[in-house]
């Protein structure tokens, strides 16, 4: 089937710019997890959804960052005022549910902020 | 806290070497589950395995093993017979329940480079 689908693959954008990343989870998997992987920090959680529960945001590195999830499927990372530390590869996965204990991956979103 | 070491930035090999990459975890939980994860050129994370803490048994999926050793809190992984198609970075990650929320802690990676 249909694996993890992100979109877009790539963006670039200039600092100060607010970006949108979409990230479109396994058919019929729960949960939903956002995960940013950068040079100098390596792979690091950001946010993860779980049904209508409330997200869990402790990995947000800043207010500028946030995320939702709408009809419990679809999920956007957006970055406001972005700056040139934003730069990364966004990563998003799903599972099953939250106790379902492996994560798949997609494709990543290559930011890069100018 | 949770922790994963994978002190191997970068390893180089000839095809056909076996190779092994070391993974080694912190964390409080009696309960938790170790990941392995391989990220080729393309960039996406491809789930290799999942082992439980409760399970400590080895495990063989092809040229692909597991050695998890729960009084060295190591989950390495090796490769047998090794091949170009194996270059990638390796990623080893925890999750524990308690402290660790639901996220994945990762190590910082294996650069593993087969060459001909």
């Known amino acids: 089937g249909a694996g993890v689908s992100q979109s877009p693959s790539n963006k670039v954008t200039e600092k100060g710019k607010d970006v949108e990343l979409r990230c479109d989870p396994i058919s019929g998997h729960t949960a939903l997890y956002w995960y940013r992987q950068s040079l100098g920090q390596g792979l690091e959680f950001l946010i993860y959804?779980?049904?209508?529960?409330?997200?869990?945001k402790s990995g947000l590195p800043s207010d500028r960052f946030s995320a939702e999830r709408t009809g419990g499927s679809v999920s956007t990372l957006t970055i406001q005022r972005t700056q040139q530390e934003d730069s990364a590869v966004y990563l998003c996965a799903s599972s099953e549910t939250v106790n379902q204990e492996t994560q798949y991956f997609g494709p990543g979103t290559r930011l890069l902020v100018l | 806290a949770q922790k994963v070491t994978q002190a191997q930035t970068e390893i180089s090999v000839v095809e056909k070497e076996d190779v092994t990459l070391d993974c080694v975890y912190e964390t409080r939980d009696t309960t938790y589950y170790l990941f392995w994860y391989k990220q080729p050129p393309s960039g996406e994370l491809v789930f290799l395995i999942r082992r439980n803490s409760f399970d400590e048994q080895n495990e063989i999926s092809g040229r692909y093993s597991w050695n998890f050793q729960k009084s060295t809190s190591s989950f390495n992984f090796t490769i047998t017979a090794s091949q170009v198609v194996d270059s990638a970075v390796y990623f080893c990650?925890?999750?524990?329940?308690?402290?660790?929320?639901?996220?994945?802690?990762f190590g910082t990676g294996t650069q593993l480079k087969v060459e001909l």
């Open positions: 959804f779980q049904g209508n529960s409330a997200p869990d």
């Open positions: 990650a925890l999750r524990a329940f308690t402290g660790g929320g639901n996220k994945l802690t």
